[in-house]
């Protein structure tokens, strides 16, 4: 399984972005797809991940500026982020749980000037 990133970037305080993230490989079922992000000297944290039924859960920093969806059948996930803050500034990781699997991708940078 392997997950391909796409869609970071340099934007300017209260800019927006959408990440994408796409899926290959063999996938029986995508149960939960979605972000996370790193930001330098902290830890790896969720952003926002959604159940293959639709159900979602975001960290209260993404609540009412990001949005994550799907197409669960291109097993691809987004994440919609607007006014974005320069404390947005992170790698961002898509992350697939499948079947008890946990898989990572490679990361996607995000900064965002003041």
């Known amino acids: 399984v392997q997950l391909q990133a796409s869609g970071g970037g340099l934007v300017q305080t209260g800019g927006a972005l959408t990440l994408s993230c796409v899926a290959s490989?063999?996938?029986?079922?995508?149960?939960?797809m979605g972000w996370y992000r790193q930001a330098p000297g902290k830890q790896r944290e969720l952003v926002a991940i959604?159940?293959?039924?639709?159900?979602?859960n975001y960290a209260g920093t993404a609540k009412g500026r990001f949005t994550v969806s799907r197409d669960n059948a291109k097993n691809t996930v987004y994440l919609q982020m607007n006014s974005l803050k320069p404390e947005d500034t992170a790698v961002y990781y898509c992350?697939?749980?499948?079947?008890?699997?946990?898989?990572w991708g490679q990361g996607t940078q995000v900064t965002v000037s003041s």
């Open positions: 959604m159940a293959s039924g639709g159900i979602t």
């Open positions: 992350n697939l749980n499948t079947a008890g699997q946990v898989y």
């Open positions: 490989g063999s996938i029986f079922r995508a149960d939960i």
